[in-house]
């Protein structure tokens, strides 16, 4: 008994020395091996009823893995490029502004004089034009762009995510996307491989052999050991596809109430608002508030200031709602 990088034992019959083993072991591990259930009345008699039960994933754990990676990233490819078409690049000024804080910081520390940077009155600036409120409150046209693409993304990651879950279902040859949790109670209450039929660790090959001009057929029994590895690994993706889907799906639901509910939208303006000083009810009319949502803000500008508000802070969105909205009422 020889092993191919300790990844597969072969049972070799005897009269077969040690080249051969090599040989033999290196070919199942190639070209696949299969496994055949112990609740089967008989042991497959052809060939193709036992390739049915072929094992196709140990031999591509590294390309699956990194395909795997190539999905996870394809939804973040897509937004960077529609996003390289939009008017409003708001990850760049947020990008920019953080640099400036961080320059002030690190030149304070070092004990020199910088001009502190405050983040809102630098993004608003980026945002309104203070000299043209009459041709144009803002320097960029909000519209819904943004908010179809960075929904899209959420999106997009969704179906990467359902995509994944059906590439492990594929290659285990599992009947439902849902094998995991099936497995996790195997192993929970002791049942193992030889029951459930998912990462077997012993398995068969056929292979023909020719000795002096015959051709001798032989079923060999095989040890995969790394399916003890491949499994944990396996189930540990599952989980963590499972978690993931379920917490994208939550984060979608939670995004499109927060963009596209009114009474939602209506909260956080005149909350922001009142946060920033804007404290008379006389200054922030309900119906001026709902017109500068419908005609300015649009859904752009919900979701820029609601992104403002999650790397930024509260505060800050306020301040920079605060902005926006002296913009629109010097238009009016």
């Known amino acids: 008994m020889s092993n191919i990088e300790s990844f597969i034992f072969s049972f070799i019959p005897a009269e077969y ?31 193709e009823d036992r390739r049915y039960y072929e094992l196709k994933y140990y031999q591509w754990m590294p390309y699956i893995f990194v395909l795997e990676a190539f999905i996870c990233f394809v939804p973040k490819l897509i937004f960077k490029l529609l996003y390289s078409f939009a008017e409003m690049r708001v990850t760049d000024v947020i990008q920019y502004a ?11 520390k070092k004990g020199e004089t910088a001009k502190p940077v405050e983040i809102d009155t630098f993004i608003a600036s980026q945002l309104v034009d203070f000299q043209a409120f009459k041709i144009r409150p803002t320097k960029v046209a ?50 193992d491989w030889r029951v459930n039929g998912y990462f077997p660790r012993v398995t068969f090959c056929d292979l023909e052999t020719r000795d002096l001009g015959q051709h001798r057929p032989h079923t060999i029994q095989c040890v995969l050991m790394l399916n003890m590895f491949i499994e944990k690994i396996y189930l540990f993706l599952w989980a963590w596809f499972l978690v993931t889907f379920a917490i994208t799906v939550i984060n979608i639901l939670y995004w499109c109430f927060r963009v596209f509910s009114r009474g939602k939208k209506l909260s956080m303006i005149n909350e922001a608002l009142v946060q920033s000083g804007i404290s008379d009810p006389n200054e922030r009319d309900a119906r001026d508030i709902e017109y500068f949502i419908r005609h300015d803000l649009r859904y752009d500008g919900i979701v820029l200031l609601r992104l403002i508000d999650s790397n930024f802070g509260y505060i800050n969105m306020s301040n920079v709602c605060k902005q926006l909205w002296e913009s629109f009422k010097k238009t009016q």
């Open 142 to 191: 909000f519209g819904w762009y943004l908010t179809a693409i960075y929904l899209g993304m959420k999106l997009s990651m969704l179906a990467s995510i359902i995509i994944q879950l059906l590439l492990l279902q594929f290659f285990i040859k599992a009947e439902t996307p849902f094998w995991g949790f099936g497995l996790m109670s195997d192993l929970y209450f002791g049942r």
């Open 98 to 108: 953080w640099a400036k804080v961080k320059d002030a910081r690190t030149k304070n």
């Open 17 to 47: 020395k040690a080249p051969w083993e090599k040989y033999i072991e290196t070919y199942c591990f190639v070209e696949n091996t299969y496994y055949v259930n112990s609740t089967l009345a008989q042991f497959p008699s052809h060939t």
